[in-house]
């Protein structure tokens, strides 16, 4: 958009004056940070109206990202971004004596996920808008996001995440949207006087939900759509109904936090009830706009595609069938027909805690006429498919097995398309986790990689390296992230390796600084980043990286005469509330960072930080400042990764086994240019095939492996007690369930590889440089595009191949 400076600053007063009534000096950050999120908005008002009108003027199909986590990051710069008036905003602040940096820190970062899922799902809003494609977000706006992440004694406390505190400067309440949804009570069938049967329905706990808007903007295409989160209030109380204080608390806690773990069993059936109550609400609303400008609702899946992002949002399927069924009065197959073309799901996990599953009592009680339709799918999908495939695999694949719903395999049988995020992924899917249902509908499985918002994590995250990129290149990869493969012409070119070892330079100065001042830790910005941020899980194996530091510690205090290149190891991850071994790690690992940055025999060689409260403002932080992405699975565990490609982006050179998306990233890049190590996928199915596995005799015959491992357990490390036996008894007793001592040898050996490459800097910019070049491929922009084409049927923009 077209903004003068002198315009800018008098908007911006004056958005001051009328939202705090106070003069510019005496308002903190945080109220300047309001009035310029106000601004913006208005801002964009026209263009985020005009582009609602166009969908329906034109009738254009659209696209529903249901996901149940979203984790857009704060939004002030990347809309200044996407706008277009970063430079002239930022003039204008300074020229008032504003501190624009102090404004961007002040806004709240909202955690309404857990990691990559919530992570990718906002990279996709941002790329739908960017390629100018009609992509709405359907979610929960939780009142408290995931918890904020301290540590007490190196242990993780949680804290509520009160984000919205001081309001939300992006979002519009919308309740003339709301709608109503039903919970429990009765419900029977009712014959009609035409013989058809309508559901009457009796004592159910009725629910407002009511919609907050947030404008997606696009990156310079005057493109703004909508992500729809939802909040659960009371009804209307046109009746006058007397609530009492437990019904009160039943509604308030649909949307009140985000479930925050999803490997255990408490508040499963609050977890069911928010999954019911944000699908229920946005299909409910994608019908009513249907309807308002169509008559039939036959070529409804020509204007709608409705995506599962992950098993939670699944009941948007009997849910979409009960609308067309009780409300529309469609035939079953009519309905059926509708909704299978008008749904996708993606699945981003082997892992089988994640598949979920609810106990039909518990969901027939909740949701009473969604398992009639649910019955009604299961008996149906039996009926048809027996004759052909057989008993057997249709009782194991039906939506209804062993007294549970299964929400993975509806979302199967009630979509057109199943997407794994990673090729390796997919055929996983088709070769194990799903293999029976791959059989049934060979044609509906593909494979769509993740991608990751670039502007995000370059030109937001790193300016100096765009700045350095744009002055060879031009800024045309900015829209086309692939042209960055144009920096391959620059790999001989030492006074542009050397800028770019300049570049992380600065970067590493900006992280330690914050690590000094938040943390009290000194660190030196020419030893290795190395870096790990994800969530914490036995399978992503911080264990690893933890065993890594124990070793090096160890060889220092041997051989103290000994060089040794200076090690930084960095770790951001938080562990779901009730996962008793992650938080184990947690404990130890920060035990190991007291032990080893006090220690006078380590002094600055190597130091371990672990930065509390990681998410998607301090991965901004992080990721420009790594030398060395851990992207260290067990193979086939990850589905993709999206950490892996942020870093690579950003000139780390991954340090990873061959799972998930690191297979593509090592294409992409080149062998040469990582650290690959360890077991393949076949491998790890080799052992659990053969079942002969045996951790003990993987450390018996390693003596330096024994004197690591047995550091866990000795007094070594001090502060810990039980964590260190839990974590020594999961590798030993317990016979390593994700194979960290199989792989430990040669991770040490990637280890020492890149110690000894580091020291030769033109090398090493070179292996960077090529990662940073080889990188577009992994833009959000091409996934979304390959969605469009491929599953959703749906126009865009911006030519992307
Ligand atoms: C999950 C998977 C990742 C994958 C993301 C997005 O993320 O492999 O990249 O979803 O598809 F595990 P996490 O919740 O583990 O971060």
Redesign the pocket.
Known sequence: MELKEAQFTKDFINEIRATYAVDLKDTSPMEQYMALGHLIKRYNGESWTDTSRSYRKNDVKQVYYFSIEFLPGRLLQSNLLNLGITDVVKKGLKNLGLNFDKIVQAEPDPGLG???????AACYMDSMASIGMAGNGNGIRYRYGLFKQVFMNGYQVELPDDWLRNGNAWEVRRENRACLVRFGGHVWLQEQPDGSLKPVYDHTDDVLAVPYDTGIIGYHNVVTNTLRLWSAELPPNEEQTYYSQEQRDNIDEITKVLYPDDSNAEGRSLRLRQEYFFSSAGVQSIVRHYAANHTSFKHFPQKVAIHIN?THPTLVIPELMRILLDEYNCSWDLAWQITTSTMSY?N??I?QEALETWPIGMFQGLLPRIYQIVEEIDRRYRAEKTPVFGQNIVDRTAPLGHGQVRMAYLAVIGSHSVNG??PL?TELLKKDVLTDLYRIYPEKFNNKT?GIADRRWLEIANQPLTKLIDSKIGKKWHANPKLLQELSAYESDEKFLQQLAEVKKINKRRLADYVQSEMGITIRTDAIFDVQI??L?AY?RQVLHMLEIIREYLDIKRHPEQSFIPHVHIFGAKAAPSYHYAKSVIKVINALADLVNNDPDIGDKLKVVFIPNYGVSLGELIIPAADISEQISTASK?????SNMKLMTNGALSLATMD??NIDIVRAAGKQNEYIFGLTANDVYGYYRRNDYCAKSVYENNPELQRVVNALITNMIPGITTEGHEIYDSLLKYNDEYFVLADYAEYVKQQEKIAQDFQDTMTWQRKSLANIAASGTFSADYSVARYAEDIWQVPYNRILK
Do not use: C, F, I, Y
């Not at 857990?114 to 990718?120: D, E, F, I, V």
């Open positions: 857990n990691g990559g899922l919530g992570r990718l992950d993606t981003h996990t892992m995020v990673a992924h993740n994800k969530r899980h992503k990850e589905a993709s990764g999206t998930g998306a």
